[in-house]
């Protein structure tokens, strides 16, 4: 870990397994945060597991697992459940991805461990969050974007599943937020306090203009009646000669003048005009489709026009501003080589040459001894299969 990142001294347990929580935690242990992966001792944690894989080892671990260490305990077990209470009065928040009501049940949700740590940040990451007719409903990323929007507003095509994850990533960059905004309040005040973020939540945040939108004038939100979801011509996507495809993003009037310059359009005065939108679009498909992709970006160079190739995932990745922008990180594997992933999205300090993995239970038994625990009852709890620690 770089010096000098803003979260160091931050000590942060993950109890979610897969999904939200693991992305939000992937993104505080980027900025500093010492983040303690909780799982399972016999190595069955989701994300180690979860296809697709390489080399025998899932890429959601690979991706974001890394700069965390392992508590490897078994919560299912009174014993187990008391190595992982030892470490939490020693954290200053868990973020909690289990279903409602399961960690009290255990005896390690907020109410236990507040008592142990009253200034403890306690995040919890309900699918549809807590209240509500749907709040013991199970769910994944495509339920929450289907009830808030997300999916209706898909253009052109059908309706299926989004490209991108809103609920996701939307609830884990809120999650992150919470955990921040909670250690702020617990440091200052001595007291903590249970923030949610759901999934639900986070794809409702990712519509909020179109949602504003419906609030304010009483009438639907559909994707050819959206400024940025095909309601102008300046704002679309168009096919090239070779089936490659251009994203025009000209949506103000000077970057739009220009682009109609560049590519010898008339656009008659009507960029923004009612009921003349479907003649401009056939005029600028008709003229992007006489060049392929890639002729089309060397004719606009380098000119303000606010047009973009559209990548394939794998041209997207290999992009020379990605790459250059520190986009690609590389990471330890478990077989001893390495391999490539996408780095973190914020540029803080320096980033490391090789991002090490947590090995299942590395780092428990330093934990736990600087919990308190003495070395003959940590060996007690290895040796019962309570937890794995390494030597």
């Not at 942060?12 to 399972?40: M, N, Q, R, Y």
């Not at 939108?277 to 303000?304: K, S």
């Amino acid at each position: 870990m770089s010096a000098g990142k803003p979260l160091e001294g931050v000590r942060i347990l993950d109890l979610s397994w897969v999904g939200v929580g693991c992305i939000a935690t992937w993104l505080l242990a980027d900025l500093g945060a010492e983040v303690i992966k909780v799982e399972p001792p016999d190595g069955s944690d989701n994300l180690r597991s979860l296809a697709p894989h390489v080399r025998g080892v899932g890429i959601n671990h690979l991706v974001f697992d890394r700069h965390k260490r392992s508590l490897a305990v078994n919560l299912r077990t009174e014993e187990g459940r008391e190595a992982y209470r030892a470490v939490a009065k020693t954290a200053d928040a868990v973020v909690e991805g289990m279903r409602t009501g399961v960690a009290d049940r255990l005896g390690i949700g907020y109410p236990a461990l507040s008592e142990l740590n009253p200034a403890l940040t306690y995040v919890t990451l309900p699918g549809y969050g807590s209240g509500g007719p749907l709040s013991s409903v199970a769910g994944h990323d495509l339920n929450f974007d289907a009830l808030a929007g997300v999916l209706s507003m898909t253009y052109p095509g059908p309706v299926g599943p989004p490209p991108v994850q809103a609920g996701d990533y939307f609830g884990a960059t809120l999650a992150a937020l919470a955990v921040v905004s909670g250690i702020l309040r617990g440091r200052a005040t001595g007291e903590g306090g249970v923030i949610e973020s759901s999934l639900f939540d986070g794809a409702m945040f990712a519509m909020a203009i179109p949602h504003a939108r419906a609030l304010t004038t009483g009438e639907d939100v559909v994707p050819d009646k959206y400024v940025l979801v095909g309601e102008f011509a300046c704002y679309s996507v168009y096919e090239c000669a070779d089936s490659g495809h251009l994203a025009v993003g000209a949506l103000e009037p000077h970057f739009w003048k220009k682009f109609c310059e560049f590519a010898g359009i008339d656009d008659g005065g009507h960029q923004y005009t009612p009921g003349k939108q479907d003649d401009l679009r056939a005029r600028v498909a008709a003229t992007i489709g006489t060049r392929t992709r890639d002729e089309w970006v060397a004719h606009f160079g380098a000119e303000d026009v606010c047009v973009s190739p559209v990548l394939s995932v794998a041209e997207a990745v290999r992009g020379e501003h990605f790459v250059a922008r520190g986009g690609v990180s590389t990471v330890r594997h478990p077989d001893g080589g390495t391999t490539e992933v996408p780095a973190a999205p914020l540029k803080v300090g320096k980033p490391v040459d090789v991002a090490e993995l947590p090995g299942v239970g590395e780092g428990t038994r330093e934990l736990l001894r600087d919990a308190g625990l003495s070395p003959e009852r940590i060996d007690e709890l290895a040796a019962t299969g309570n937890i794995k620690a390494d030597p």
